[in-house]
């Protein structure tokens, strides 16, 4: 059924699911008992009644990814998109598809709710056990979600299909510079579109994509990581789309001057002599010229050759290539410089025996660069990946391993995590679990007591990943 909402009523509902998330995140943070969330409560109750007095009746139910309110379809202005998704994950998590609010409700309601909800995912069947423990309380009505995996299964396809297909039109692009032939920068706008759609409703997914380092074909994979990493940064930081198909692209292409350096240097399993650097050192300039030899020279053009030139300079210009008076940084520099170094800490390379495992390269390059790197921008990193990113292998109290699969945006050191050897020892392909979650006595379920390199255990990451 159809109602006709008027806009007061819209910003309302785009208020009420706003309040709502911050109510469960500092639910889940504090005692139910808490000032914070008691002035929440009352908040959201005073909202939800003011909405109750003008439209009789509140239908907020999930279809897909959004949120409707009264069968209108809540748009969201980027800044709440995280509230807005981790608000949906929160409640597919017990099951819960519609909430009915069918007349003013007290704060005692929403206490017994907001308990319940925060309890329920220990129940073995969480929405029938909110639903019953919400039986006294006639005025709101819960219905459980319509929702199958496979939608969720088909989301991870989708995201990976948009990732091998970004690779290979780096591969092309790589391919067509040696052979001299131009580049269409115009099918570049087009791959990085669709990166950036998935990134905008998969951030996740994607950014685990990055993590599996195990891929035969180092370069290629490395330039659409550092691209990917790069344009869920910039989204972070609050760029708009054009800026970042510009990003995406430029920073596709920060290693475009490696097609100069021969193979031997760059896939040469033990260290590289002095003059063996020396040549490596080149491509930054190399980048420049192959950019520059491109179809159009425009803004975009520019752009990338100047990104290509700085990604190694680091902002206090210790690095290379060295210039005479050189300039600030880019901003996009600054950008691909931190993602870049990331992933080829991170790498699976021949002559590294051992990858650095996420969340120690994220501590060295704080430690190490903190003057090389901007560090705004480092901040705005760290917060993306969490304090373990995507990929980490962790050691839990409860004596399980697990590989941290998600980031938890409200609680950085509490990701979600693939538990992969039981408390025996055993490999498993077990569940995905929540180290937010807590037990009926307020304690963690499980909580990370060491990290480990995924590969001293033999453990390939893409086996849990794709
Ligand atoms: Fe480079
Ligand atoms: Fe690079």
Same mark, same amino acid.
């Given at each position: 059924m159809a109602y006709s909402i008027n806009s007061e009523t819209i910003n309302n509902a785009t208020e009420v699911i706003n309040q709502l998330s911050i109510f469960l995140r500092t639910a889940k943070v504090h005692n139910i008992n808490n000032t914070a969330v008691i002035s929440a409560t009352d908040k959201f109750v005073s909202l939800v009644n003011n909405i109750i007095s003008l439209e009789n009746t509140i239908v907020l139910e999930i279809r897909g990814e959004y949120f409707y309110f009264n069968d209108y379809r809540i748009r969201y202005s980027p800044e709440y998109i995280l509230n807005l998704d981790s608000l949906i994950r929160e409640f597919k998590k017990v099951e819960l598809g519609t909430i009915i609010i069918k007349s003013k409700i007290s704060p005692e309601d929403i206490k017994v709710f907001i308990g319940l909800f925060l309890k &329920? +995912? #220990? &129940?073995? @069947?969480p929405f029938d056990y909110l639903k019953e423990g919400m &039986?006294? $309380?006639? @005025?709101i009505e819960l219905k459980k979600i319509q929702e199958i995996s496979e939608e969720i299964l088909d989301k991870r396809k989708i995201a990976t299909k948009t990732y091998f297909n970004a690779v290979s039109f780096y591969k092309e692009i790589f391919n067509n510079v040696k052979t001299n032939e131009k580049i269409n920068l115009k099918k570049s706008k087009r791959v990085i579109r669709s990166v950036i759609n998935q990134i905008i409703e998969q951030e996740q997914i994607l950014l685990g994509m990055t993590a599996i380092k195990d891929y035969d074909e180092y370069t290629y994979h490395h330039s659409t990581n550092v691209s990917i990493l790069s344009v869920a940064l910039g989204r972070r930081m609050g760029m708009n789309h054009k800026m970042l198909i510009d990003l995406g692209i430029v920073s596709l292409f +920060? !290693? #475009?001057?490696? $097609? !100069?350096?021969?193979n031997e240097i760059l896939n040469k399993p033990s260290k590289l002599t002095d003059s063996e650097w020396g040549i490596i050192k080149q491509h930054p300039k190399w980048g420049v010229n192959a950019i520059l030899k491109m179809r159009n020279i425009d803004d975009l053009t520019i752009n990338a050759a100047i990104v290509a030139f700085e990604h190694h300079m680091n902002i206090n210009h210790t690095g290379y290539p060295q210039v005479e008076n050189p300039a600030a940084l880019d901003l996009f520099s600054r950008i691909v410089s931190i993602v870049d170094q990331y992933d080829a800490m991170t790498a699976n390379r021949i002559y590294r025996n051992n990858p650095m495992s996420p969340d120690i390269t994220l501590r060295e390059l704080q430690e190490k660069s903190w003057d090389k790197l901007d560090p705004l921008i480092f901040k705005f990193f760290v917060n993306m990946i969490g304090i373990y990113p995507i990929g980490t292998l962790v050691m839990l109290n409860s004596k399980e391993l697990g590989l941290v699969y998600e980031n938890n945006q409200d609680v950085l050191h509490r990701p979600r995590v693939i538990i992969i050897a039981d408390n025996k020892g055993n490999w498993i392909k077990g569940s995905i679990v929540d180290l937010a979650d807590k037990n009926g006595t307020d304690e963690y379920l499980r909580t990370i007591i060491k990290t480990m390199s995924p590969k001293q255990y033999n453990i390939n990451i893409a086996d849990y990943f794709l």
């Open positions: &329920s +995912h #220990l &129940s073995e @069947n &039986s006294g $309380i006639s @005025n +920060h !290693d #475009l001057g490696k $097609i !100069d350096v021969p």
